[in-house]
């Protein structure tokens, strides 16, 4: 069986969870490789509705072992809430692992989350405010401090004091706010070892044997290829890499292990946070969108942009991850419109361009040029299969994947797990 890593095309969102949440019934492992609880999952199965923000989606099988790997940030306490929550819905947790390489959120992380946006001002890269930024540039900068720390109470002290002295400097002189105290930090994140220890192991040597097995393993991201820090609309992005070679690196697996490579878009386009999004509809046809599809944010409940399909950056996405297939989801959000516009070039600066420019000045002033296409105004939640969804339908996903130049492989006509068409196998 093979390795498949599925990652967000577009800005997140995108239904990853839904997407590992289905293929999962097959799996045998599954992979969180980046991100932190800044990302949200929305699963919807027989167990119920879940914001995931750091348990892989695969949790819900009964039988696959679920891992969040080396390239997540892991803020100790929001995951313990979360292995709660899904306890106390009768969902077992105990194929849940954690890489002892993964990096921890402290609370100085999110001190700094805050004070940094608050300093951007008008210029704020738009965060959840949870440390992930922070956590990421301490792991860079080898001030970070791992789950297999928590193991060590001794050696957890000895780094903790060094790292808080330095902090609290930065806290209490260049920011003017209060230090944090040694001794609550120490006993807080103590008190988290001793809960998380019985999840925290080496990893990498349990995803090889599970590749090695002939395993159906899925490698799940987080975020999506247009907030990446090199390609994406930097500085307005994450701070890990959601593309499919940072799956390599998060999860501790070679390149040349992974066998088929997901892209997950939307059928339309959504973005949270700052930033330039060209097909953003601040329109009647914009709110629609949202208020039909929900699209409120898992994580923090922020009402997401909301735009047409761009095909522009749905190719430069395809070309920097090579995706092997496509999942389009929510199809069924654009039931109701009688005409449907794909950006199929921009211009800027009066000039037609037919790439995705790497300065967001340039991209902030790029208008769309748009290809109007029929709608089909049907409902298509019950369709199951794809000779059942309207001609325009077809039509529509056709034109996407000429764009993305591979086949849209699998069809999601709602959030539900029964609420897709699997067209072909993945691979």
């Given at each position: 069986?093979?390795?498949?890593?599925?990652?967000?095309?577009?800005?997140?969102?995108?239904?990853?969870?839904?997407?590992?949440?289905?293929?999962?019934?097959?799996?045998?492992?599954?992979?969180?490789?980046?991100?932190?609880?800044?990302?949200?999952?929305?699963?919807?199965?027989?167990?119920?509705?879940?914001?995931?923000?750091?348990?892989?989606?695969?949790?819900?099988?009964?039988?696959?072992?679920c891992l969040i790997g080396n390239g997540v940030v892991i803020n100790p306490g929001a995951l313990i809430d979360e292995i709660e929550l899904?306890?106390?819905?009768?969902?077992?947790?105990?194929?849940?692992?954690?890489?002892?390489?993964?990096?921890?959120?402290?609370?100085?992380?999110?001190?700094?989350?805050?004070?940094?946006?608050?300093?951007?001002?008008?210029?704020?890269?738009?965060?959840?405010?949870?440390?992930?930024?922070?956590?990421?540039?301490?792991?860079?900068?080898?001030?970070?401090?791992?789950?297999?720390?928590?193991?060590?109470?001794?050696?957890?002290?000895?780094?903790?004091?060094?790292?808080?002295?330095?902090?609290?400097?930065?806290?209490?002189?260049?920011?003017?706010?209060?230090?944090?105290?040694?001794?609550?930090?120490?006993?807080?994140?103590?008190?988290?070892?001793?809960?998380?220890?019985?999840?925290?192991?080496?990893?990498?040597?349990?995803?090889?044997?599970?590749?090695?097995?002939?395993?159906?393993?899925?490698?799940?991201?987080?975020?999506?290829?247009?907030?990446?820090?090199?390609?994406?609309?930097?500085?307005?992005?994450?701070?890990?890499?959601?593309?499919?070679?940072?799956?390599?690196?998060?999860?501790?697996?070679?390149?040349?292990?992974?066998?088929?490579?997901?892209?997950?878009?939307?059928?339309?386009?959504?973005?949270?946070?700052?930033?330039?999004?060209?097909?953003?509809?601040?329109?009647?046809?914009?709110?629609?969108?949202?208020?039909?599809?929900?699209?409120?944010?898992?994580?923090?409940?922020?009402?997401?942009?909301?735009?047409?399909?761009?095909?522009?950056?749905?190719?430069?996405?395809?070309?920097?991850?090579?995706?092997?297939?496509?999942?389009?989801?929510?199809?069924?959000?654009?039931?109701?419109?009688?005409?449907?516009?794909?950006?199929?070039?921009?211009?800027?600066?009066?000039?037609?361009?037919?790439?995705?420019?790497?300065?967001?000045?340039?991209?902030?002033?790029?208008?769309?040029?748009?290809?109007?296409?029929?709608?089909?105004?049907?409902?298509?939640?019950?369709?199951?299969?794809?000779?059942?969804?309207?001609?325009?339908?077809?039509?529509?996903?056709?034109?996407?994947?000429?764009?993305?130049?591979?086949?849209?492989?699998?069809?999601?006509?709602?959030?539900?797990?029964?609420?897709?068409?699997?067209?072909?196998?993945?691979?």
């Amino acid at each position: 069986m093979p390795v498949i890593a599925v990652i967000g095309a577009q800005w997140g969102d995108e239904g990853k969870g839904k997407v590992v949440d289905l293929l999962t019934e097959k799996a045998e492992m599954v992979v969180r490789f980046s991100g932190g609880d800044n990302a949200g999952h929305t699963v919807i199965n027989p167990w119920g509705k879940f914001a995931l923000h750091l348990v892989p989606a695969g949790i819900f099988s009964p039988r696959a072992v679920c891992l969040i790997g080396n390239g997540v940030v892991i803020n100790p306490g929001a995951l313990i809430d979360e292995i709660e929550l899904l306890n106390r819905s009768g969902v077992d947790t105990s194929r849940l692992f954690i890489s002892d390489r993964a990096n921890l959120i402290m609370p100085y992380h999110i001190l700094f989350d805050g004070l940094e946006e608050k300093w951007r001002g008008g210029k704020a890269i738009g965060t959840t405010g949870k440390g992930i930024g922070p956590a990421f540039s301490d792991k860079a900068a080898r001030l970070g401090i791992r789950t297999g720390d928590l193991l060590d109470k001794e050696a957890l002290l000895e780094r903790l004091h060094s790292i808080l002295d330095y902090k609290n400097a930065i806290l209490t002189k260049v920011y003017g706010v209060s230090p944090l105290s040694l001794d609550e930090v120490y006993h807080q994140y103590c008190q988290y070892g001793e809960c998380l220890a019985p999840y925290i192991r080496e990893t990498t040597g349990m995803l090889e044997e599970a590749v090695n097995r002939g395993e159906l393993v899925l490698l799940e991201g987080a975020q999506g290829a247009l907030l990446d820090p090199d390609f994406g609309t930097y500085p307005y992005t994450t701070s890990s890499s959601p593309l499919a070679g940072g799956g390599c690196l998060g999860a501790g697996i070679g390149p040349s292990r992974i066998n088929a490579i997901l892209g997950v878009f939307k059928a339309y386009c959504t973005r949270v946070g700052s930033g330039p999004m060209p097909t953003e509809l601040d329109d009647e046809t914009g709110h629609l969108i949202r208020e039909r599809a929900q699209e409120y944010g898992a994580t923090t409940g922020r009402p997401r942009r909301c735009g047409w399909f761009d095909a522009v950056a749905a190719r430069f996405s395809a070309r920097i991850n090579g995706f092997t297939a496509a999942a389009i989801t929510r199809l069924d959000i654009l039931d109701t419109l009688p005409r449907l516009k794909l950006c199929v070039g921009y211009k800027l600066d009066g000039k037609t361009i037919d790439y995705f420019p790497s300065s967001v000045g340039a991209l902030d002033r790029c208008q769309p040029i748009y290809e109007e296409l029929p709608g089909w105004q049907v409902p298509t939640t019950h369709i199951r299969r794809y000779e059942q969804l309207p001609l325009q339908a077809r039509q529509y996903i056709a034109r996407l994947e000429e764009f993305i130049a591979c086949p849209a492989n699998l069809v999601c006509v709602g959030p539900e797990r029964e609420q897709s068409i699997l067209r072909k196998p993945l691979l």
